[in-house]
């Protein structure tokens, strides 16, 4: 059983079936005077600290306890290796919290031992636009596991973000938790097939040799897409307008302005690509792409240290068939030496996943709203929401 999530405002197992419970917040606010004003307790040794991203230090601190206890794969064999600039990126959207920024240190030693985050967001649930917190980055250094610090620190970030007058939140999970809105698999394209295999990342396909497999997985030196170019900060207004159109469809997606794409979408060094397609005829765009960095450790090889992964993030095609778009993504990605790309089966994925070669993962990603019921699960299809 789910001791922890079984006291909090989320889908429960049990309440799977009842059809009588209606879609929306679980719970009301309250009033701000009533959200506790003080933190909730550690265990003694340790204490709370809010952590200044700003400060090189701090940053750093951050980047190493997850480098080394983030999230491994099932047979422990990668871990996730966000970047500093990545992490200040994602901690720093228009409108964020310091203060929910959270850590925990070692009293004596100062040692940061266990991380959690929150951000602002605006996520529409069909036609309801919810002020939320996405929780990510929730992380206990392995020494200290299994003491239930993960429940205290989640129960932190919510009364933070309570505190801002907040009371819904968005996370993922590679774990099945009460409940998740939708569940997706992870697909993966081979860039650099040879790399892949000596790693472990992937296998020779039974009748496959090396080359074979190298060859099937070439891709063009150059895009196809006339008019195919990186965005530029001019190209916010438009981009805007077509994320905000294609965002329509979904039955959960953010709700996102043109701050919030310079911020999020805006290509950032080794953090965000993003692509346009500018007609040649018109010079109005139709279709963007883009795609995030997050290395992973590969974790006791004698000689590669790190997998280069690329991971789809909001794409958009209105002329452009999305098959061609996503294969100009692939062929940049290639170009800046990313060994392999990922995507979720989110949104209109499917539709260029198989064709454009690439193959499920052993790992599956599990969505879910805090203190909001949705009548049913939801396709991935029916997803418009990637957190990174
Ligand atoms: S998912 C990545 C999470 N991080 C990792 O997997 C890193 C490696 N693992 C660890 O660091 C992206 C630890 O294993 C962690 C658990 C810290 C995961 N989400 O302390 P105990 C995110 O960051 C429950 C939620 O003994 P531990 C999203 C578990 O079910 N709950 O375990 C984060 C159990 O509760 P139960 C998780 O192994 C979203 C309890 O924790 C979980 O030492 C957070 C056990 O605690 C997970 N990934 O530490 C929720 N993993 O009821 C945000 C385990 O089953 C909610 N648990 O007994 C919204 C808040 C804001 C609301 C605002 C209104
Ligand atoms: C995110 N914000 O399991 C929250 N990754 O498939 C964290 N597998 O990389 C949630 N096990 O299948 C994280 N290779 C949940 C994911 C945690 C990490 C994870 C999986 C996703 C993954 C790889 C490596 C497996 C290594 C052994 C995998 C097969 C690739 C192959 C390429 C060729 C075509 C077929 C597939």
Known sequence: ????????????????????????PIESPTPLSEVKQEPYNLPNLYEWV???????????????????????????????????????????????????????RVKSSKKLVAFITGIPARIRVRSDVVSMAEVNFLCVHKKLRSKRLAPVMIKEVTRRVHLENIWQAAYTAGVVLPTPIT?????????????????????????????????????PDSTV?????????????????????????????????????????????????SYVVES?????????????????????????????????????????????????????????DFDVFNALDVMHNETFLKELKYGPGDGKLHYYLYNYRLKHILRPSELGLVLL
């Open 225 to 273: 897409t006339p008019g195919f170019r990186k965005m530029e900060l001019r190209d916010v207004p438009a981009v805007t307008r077509l994320l905000r159109t294609y965002m329509m469809q979904f039955v959960v997606a953010p709700d996102l302005d043109e701050l919030d794409v310079e911020h999020w979408i805006l290509p950032k060094e080794d953090v965000i690509d």
């Open 183 to 219: 569940s997706c698999q992870y697909w993966h394209r081979s860039l650099n097939p040879k790399k892949l295999i000596d790693v472990g990342f992937s296998r020779l396909g039974p009748r496959m040799t090396m080359s074979r497999t190298m060859k099937l997985f070439k891709l």
């Open 280 to 336: 040649p005829e018109t010079h109005k765009l139709t279709d963007f792409c883009s795609f995030y960095t997050l290395p992973s450790s590969i974790l006791g090889h004698p000689t590669h240290s790190t997998l280069k992964a690329a991971y789809s993030y909001y794409n958009v095609s209105t002329k452009t068939p999305l098959l061609q778009l996503m294969n100009d993504a692939l062929i940049v990605a290639k170009q800046k």
């Open 1 to 24: 059983s789910h001791k922890f999530w079984e006291t909090q405002p989320v889908g429960q197992f049990k309440d799977l079936r009842d059809t009588s419970l209606r879609e929306g």
């Open 50 to 104: 809010t952590c200044d991203m700003d400060s090189e230090e701090t940053c750093a601190e951050v980047y190493n306890l997850l480098s080394n206890n983030y999230v491994e794969d099932d047979e422990n064999m990668f871990r996730f290796n966000y970047s500093k600039e990545f992490l200040r990126w994602a901690l720093h959207p228009p409108g964020y919290y310091k203060s929910w920024h959270i850590g925990v």
